[in-house]
């Protein structure tokens, strides 16, 4: 697949830091050549399993110790989370979606099957029959897969995070992370997310002389984003609104943290759950070309996604500057490292 011939449709490729090799957003406008319903049916399964990911991968880069700061203590840390997207949701069956107006499709794949957005660099083409007289108005090729395997040597997607731990008041984190409105081509995103870390020893008797640190941890993320939908097809007369695609989405991760320093390594673990709900939604007028209507919004999407999570990592101190890595077992699993620099205490005078 030529990538530079493919700009970006989706916010998360940017995340991936791949830029300039994603998948051409035009291509999913194409499904609206199924009408309203299905096209919703076969974008959502296309995209199902890169939302998923992304998901998953924003929850992560929280921490690296469940120990918190002094007051005004800080944390500075960036961390790349990579989530491994399992090699079965590189397709979806269109015939298992209860299409109503596609009428039969055909794939290059051996077992009939379309690509997602992880999947590989095949074609599948759809025939158009919503008035059921047995002769298709249309037809038309979904996008391709990236091919992530093949072309970019990873099962997965990524999601870099840059975040701020500031002791604030009765061993207590508060935790901020923030992304800059990034542009590429028609694509742009944005990101933000607060979080509170707590250590729960102080309120357990006979806990707090015990030699390691125990925390638990509540933080959100959003992440809002759009792709132009621009011409592919034209517009009614007079409707100046953009072809567009919009997308947000709310993270949240409750996590209960534990961890121990040997000299300059620290171990940590934790326990928790994490869940997510993104809507991605179509926006402007589009005049399809076969049946000369005008579809208005015609696309509105929800994703959710939850999955208990068991985490462990390790942590390099040295000095206030540290590297550490983690692993993480949950639905999508994923593998987190990071480089930062940690301030434990802030004396005033």
Same mark, same amino acid.
């Given at each position: 697949?030529?990538?530079?011939?493919?700009?970006?449709?989706?916010? #998360?490729?940017?995340?991936?830091?791949?830029?300039? *090799?994603? *998948?051409?957003?035009?291509?999913?406008?194409?499904?609206?050549?199924?009408?309203?319903?299905?096209?919703?049916? !076969?974008?959502?399964?296309?995209?199902?399993?890169?939302?998923?990911?992304?998901?998953?991968?924003?929850?992560?880069?929280?921490?690296?110790? $469940?120990?918190?700061?002094?007051?005004?203590?800080?944390?500075?840390?960036?961390?790349?989370?990579?989530?491994?997207?399992?090699?079965?949701?590189?397709? /979806?069956?269109?015939?298992?979606?209860?299409?109503?107006?596609?009428?039969?499709?055909?794939?290059?794949?051996?077992? #009939?099957? $379309?690509?997602?957005?992880?999947?590989?660099?095949?074609?599948?083409?759809?025939?158009?029959?919503?008035?059921?007289?047995?002769?298709? =108005?249309?037809? /038309?090729?979904?996008?391709? @897969?990236?091919?992530?395997?093949?072309?970019?040597?990873?099962? @997965?997607?990524?999601?870099?995070?840059?975040?701020?731990?500031?002791?604030?008041?009765?061993?207590?984190?508060?935790?901020?992370?923030?992304?800059?409105?990034?542009?590429?081509?028609?694509?742009?995103?944005?990101?933000?997310?607060?979080?509170?870390?707590?250590?729960?020893?102080?309120?357990?008797?006979?806990?707090?002389?015990?030699?390691?640190?125990?925390?638990?941890?509540?933080?959100?993320?959003?992440?809002? #984003?759009?792709?132009?939908? =621009?011409?592919?097809?034209?517009?009614?007369?007079?409707?100046?609104?953009? *072809?567009?695609? !919009?997308?947000?989405?709310?993270?949240?991760?409750? *996590?209960?943290?534990?961890?121990?320093?040997?000299?300059?390594?620290? /171990?940590?673990?934790?326990?928790?759950?994490?869940?997510?709900?993104?809507?991605?939604?179509?926006?402007?007028?589009?005049?399809?070309?076969?049946?000369?209507?005008?579809?208005?919004?015609?696309?509105?999407?929800?994703?959710?996604?939850?999955?208990?999570?068991?985490? $462990?990592?390790?942590?390099?101190?040295? @000095?206030?500057?540290?590297?550490?890595? =983690?692993?993480? !077992?949950?639905?999508?699993?994923?593998?987190?490292?990071?480089? #930062?620099?940690?301030?434990?205490?802030?004396?005033?005078?």
């Amino acid at each position: 697949m030529d990538f530079k011939k493919k700009p970006a449709i989706f916010f #998360g490729l940017i995340l991936t830091a791949i830029c300039a *090799q994603a *998948q051409d957003e035009n291509d999913l406008t194409y499904f609206l050549n199924a009408g309203k319903g299905d096209a919703s049916k !076969l974008i959502g399964a296309y995209l199902n399993p890169a939302i998923k990911g992304l998901s998953y991968g924003f929850n992560g880069g929280w921490y690296s110790s $469940a120990k918190v700061h002094k007051t005004l203590g800080f944390d500075l840390s960036v961390t790349l989370n990579g989530v491994f997207v399992p090699a079965a949701d590189n397709y /979806f069956n269109p015939a298992s979606l209860k299409l109503e107006a596609i009428s039969s499709f055909t794939s290059n794949d051996p077992n #009939g099957q $379309a690509p997602t957005i992880m999947g590989p660099d095949i074609v599948t083409t759809y025939s158009v029959d919503a008035d059921k007289n047995g002769t298709p =108005e249309a037809t /038309f090729k979904g996008p391709r @897969g990236i091919d992530f395997k093949n072309n970019i040597k990873i099962q @997965g997607v990524a999601a870099p995070t840059a975040n701020l731990s500031l002791g604030i008041y009765k061993n207590t984190d508060l935790k901020i992370r923030y992304m800059p409105e990034v542009k590429r081509n028609s694509t742009s995103i944005k990101a933000f997310g607060v979080g509170v870390m707590h250590d729960i020893k102080q309120h357990l008797p006979g806990m707090k002389i015990l030699p390691f640190d125990l925390s638990v941890l509540v933080a959100y993320t959003n992440i809002k #984003g759009s792709t132009g939908m =621009e011409n592919t097809f034209a517009k009614p007369a007079g409707d100046a609104r953009k *072809q567009e695609l !919009l997308y947000n989405m709310n993270a949240w991760l409750f *996590q209960a943290l534990i961890s121990k320093k040997l000299a300059i390594l620290t /171990f940590y673990g934790g326990i928790g759950f994490n869940t997510a709900k993104t809507s991605a939604d179509a926006k402007g007028s589009y005049i399809i070309p076969s049946t000369n209507v005008a579809l208005k919004d015609p696309v509105s999407l929800d994703f959710s996604s939850k999955s208990a999570r068991i985490s $462990a990592g390790m942590r390099l101190n040295l @000095g206030p500057v540290y590297l550490n890595g =983690e692993y993480v !077992l949950q639905k999508y699993s994923m593998v987190s490292v990071g480089i #930062g620099v940690s301030i434990r205490e802030i004396k005033i005078y």
